[in-house]
Each structure stands twice: as C-alpha cells, then as structure tokens.
C-alpha cells in the first residue's frame, strides 16, 4: 500500500489543454514537494506547499495543498510539449522518512 | 559544482555478486538518501542518513547496507546481488530543516541476471 496516491497514472493530451493531477493521502503531511523527472534523470524540485489551503503558481503550473495537509493537486495551464514528464508528489509524514506517490506520467501531444 | 553526482551509471551483475555505488554531494548538505525506482512504484527509501557517522532504514532497506564516513560521501552496498534489486537508484540530499527539499543525482541502472 502506497502512503501517498497519485492519479492518473498516466496522461496523454494534446497541446494547448488543461490537466490536472492528484496526490492524495490518508496521512497528514507537514509539507508536500512536487518534483518533475524526465527519462534518464533524477527528479528535480518544482514547489514545496506548507500551510493548508495554499495556492502557489509557477507559470503555467498551480499547485495546491488541501485544507487538512492531506492531499495536493497540480493544475497545468495550456501544456506544451516541454511538459512532458513523470510528476511525482512526495512528503514525510512524520520524523526524517521520506515517501514519494506513485508518480503520473504525462505527455503532451504537439 | 557538480551538486550530486552518482557512480557507476550502468552495471550488470550476476546473481550472488557485490557491488558498491557511489553517492557525492558539494553542496555541503547534512542529509543523504538511497531511493530505488521501479515501474508504477514511484521512488522507495532505501536508507538515509542525517549527518557523518549515522544512518537509517527506510522503507525497502532489506539486502542493502550503507555508511556515511564523510560528509559528502554516502555509499549503498549490495552484499549479494539478487534479480530483485534490478532496478534504477537515486542518491538524493537535502539540507536540515523542515522542507528538506531534496537535490537527485542522475542514477545508476543496475540490472542482476
């Protein structure tokens, strides 16, 4: 059983659409990360969100923490084809262990 | 500054072998971080330590070990290799804190046949 859930597993949409993408767990997290992976990398940080109900922006791309610090939704503006990747939502729910979703694997279509 | 930088980038084992890989960072960070990344399975904790000298299990940390001599060195052992462990490991580091927003290294492919 995974702690942190993320929905859909995969994703394929043409250019130009909207997305979104859920992360959602049972436990209550101080913090959630948002990373994004492309193929032969490792991830890297796109935002932290901290306090429940926080809305953050990164261009295109929303971010948002639930109001009880369980769950997180990353919304994409318009995607283009430089979006394509694997999102992956990650949090330590309590002491140094971190646990990452089973991340959503999105392409955009030119 | 080359951040974290991982060794070897690919290897093959055989069944029952050990292998050692190689985690370094220069961002003088304290805490270090073994994840394995299998399809469909996000990242895993393998083992992660919170300063030189320590270090602890994770969530998948069986027939794995790992030491933090220094600082910026952090290793993960495979003392006898098993087609369970093919997979793609991450090293990751982060600062102490609260966020602890981590900084990965390319990974290694280790394949066991």
């Known amino acids: 059983t995974q702690l942190l859930e993320q929905s859909p597993q995969f994703l394929s949409i043409q250019e130009g659409e909207n997305l979104t993408v859920y992360c959602n767990s049972s436990?209550?997290?101080?913090?959630l990360q948002w990373y994004r992976q492309e193929p032969g990398e490792g991830p890297v940080l796109l935002v932290t969100?901290?306090?429940?109900?926080e809305v953050k922006k990164l261009k295109r791309l929303t971010f948002q923490f639930g109001d009880a610090r369980k769950d997180s939704s990353l919304h994409i503006t318009a995607a283009q084809p430089g979006d394509t990747g694997l999102y992956l939502c990650?949090?330590?729910?309590?002491?140094?262990?971190?646990?990452f979703g089973t991340g959503t694997s999105l392409t955009v279509i030119p | 500054n080359a951040g974290v930088t991982q060794t070897p980038k690919f290897r093959v084992l055989k069944t029952g072998q050990s292998m050692t890989l190689l985690c370094a960072q220069d961002?003088?960070?304290?805490?270090m971080y073994w994840y394995r990344q299998d399809p469909g399975m996000g990242l895993r904790l393998i083992h992660y330590?919170?300063?030189?000298?320590?270090?602890a299990k994770g969530e998948v940390p069986d027939g794995y070990n790992v030491s933090r001599l220094k600082k910026q060195n952090f290793l993960l052992g495979l003392e006898s290799a098993a087609p369970s462990q093919t997979s793609v490991y991450f090293c990751?580091?982060?600062?102490?804190?609260?966020?602890?927003?981590?900084?990965f290294g390319p990974g290694t492919r280790l394949t066991v046949t």
């Open positions: 990751a580091s982060s600062y102490i804190g609260q966020l602890r927003e981590q900084y």
């Open positions: 436990s209550v997290f101080s913090s």
């Open positions: 969100v901290v306090t429940g109900g």
């Open positions: 990650a949090g330590a729910p309590g002491g140094n262990q971190f646990y």
């Open positions: 961002m003088n960070h304290e805490y």
């Open positions: 330590s919170v300063g030189e000298g320590t270090t």
